[in-house]
């Protein structure tokens, strides 16, 4: 059991080991999905969505697999439930907003090859966080997610009016954006001891 | 990212060649980022989990493609994952058995070759589709060209991090380690630098072949 206070978590999730620019957890969707503001904030909340029922779903597989003595079978149960999970996102999306479905295309299934959303999974179960804390890490990762997406989404949008060299077009010039962002996150670390 | 775009048959070279540099996972494709940049920090960490990577992903390219017949396509996606999850399990053990220190330093990354979408992407792009002769091949060169890369981000992280390669000093005393590149910006800055050299090396060939177009 772990006693860490829930807003410990939550700022230290979402700030001082933010998923994206400290732990390097879902680039691709962050240097896929990040031209335009608007897709990268509801990329973010369907993230975070899926990272929150993940989370709670982790949190009953690690208890029953604890119980039933099988820890090898954790990282495929977790695989599983995420991409059901993924499946659900998708399927209300294209319900209710047939743009936005659109606007995500390929990068909403790929929802399940998202590192990040795993990695909350497996985070929680190592530092051994109990079902409240595991809720609140998962949300706190999450908006840290949001976050990142929606800073570096500003920036590329501002750049695309830039006069930039042909040479660093495309991924060179957003890698080194995210390492000036990472920079800029690394002044949370003194936060907490 | 068509470079690799051919109509003509390719031989077994092509097929292992054009993962080791023509469609260069990391440098070309861009796929896989995620470990690409967490765990370069040395290069002895960037040699372990490339090995890992490539033995995941021949391991798992030989059982899609021997069963690709029977799986349904609707499922496909699924069964792919959890080939993969089983595979990685078994690797995670390993290196454990192996290594304990190697394993604590590579933390919950070797757990997460399940999501790296290199593996993903092989498995529905070519082992889904081919022999199994072809698809080892192919697996085998993008594991290959995998670990290339990650040892050239792990092998200038470390020289310019910690002034030495695996665990070797190699730049003296004097030598001022430059701390941030074995910190995450130090990952971007790195992987950029990389990619702003390949592009200029295709700028230049790309002018050079419209040079000889012209005379």
């Known amino acids: 059991m772990n006693d860490e206070s829930l807003a410990t978590i939550f700022i230290n999730a979402c700030l001082v080991n933010n998923f994206v620019l400290a732990y390097f957890l879902g680039i691709c969707p962050f240097l896929g999905v990040s031209g335009k503001r608007d897709t990268a904030v509801r990329m973010g909340a369907a993230v975070t969505f899926v990272m929150l029922v993940s989370s709670v779903a982790a949190y009953g597989i690690h208890a029953l697999l604890t119980w039933a003595d099988a820890p090898y079978l954790e990282l495929i149960s977790f695989i599983a439930v995420i991409a059901s999970t993924v499946q659900l996102v998708e399927m209300f999306i294209k319900k209710v907003s047939r743009p936005l479905f659109e606007a995500l295309g390929i990068f909403l299934p790929l929802i399940t090859t998202n590192c990040a959303i795993l990695a909350v999974a497996l985070f929680q179960t190592n530092k051994g966080y109990g079902l409240i804390q595991s809720v609140v890490f998962a949300f706190g990762a999450g908006v840290g997610f949001t976050l990142a997406l929606f800073l570096i989404s500003g920036l590329r949008e501002k750049l695309e009016l830039a006069d930039t060299p042909d040479i660093v077009r495309g991924t060179a010039i957003t890698l080194l954006l995210a390492g000036m962002l990472s920079i800029c996150f690394m002044g949370f670390a003194g936060l907490f001891n | ?215």
């Open chain 2, 1 to 215: 990212m068509a470079v690799g775009l051919q109509t003509e048959v390719p031989g077994a070279a092509d097929d292992f060649l054009a993962g080791v540099w023509k469609r260069n996972p990391v440098f070309v494709q861009v796929l896989g980022m995620c470990p690409v940049l967490a765990v370069t920090n040395t290069a002895m960490n960037a040699l372990a989990m490339g090995l890992a990577t490539a033995f995941v992903l021949v391991m798992s390219s030989t059982v899609v493609s021997t069963i690709r017949k029977i799986v349904p396509h609707q499922v496909r996606i699924v069964t792919f994952i959890l080939i993969i999850a089983t595979f990685v399990t078994i690797v995670d053990y390993l290196i454990q058995a192996i290594s304990l220190g190697l394993h604590r330093a590579l933390g919950a990354f070797i757990s997460l070759i399940v999501v790296n979408c290199l593996i993903l992407g092989r498995a529905e792009a070519f082992a889904s589709q081919n022999r199994i002769g072809r698809s080892i091949l192919d697996a085998a060169g993008m594991g290959v060209g995998f670990t290339l890369a990650l040892l050239c981000l792990g092998g200038v992280r470390e020289l310019l991090g910690a002034g030495s390669l695996f665990g070797v000093p190699l730049l003296g005393s004097s030598f001022e380690p430059w701390t941030v590149m074995m910190l995450p910006p130090g990952g971007f800055f790195s992987l950029a630098a990389w990619l702003l050299l390949f592009s200029g090396l295709k700028q230049r060939r790309e002018r050079k072949l419209a040079g000889e177009a012209v005379t």
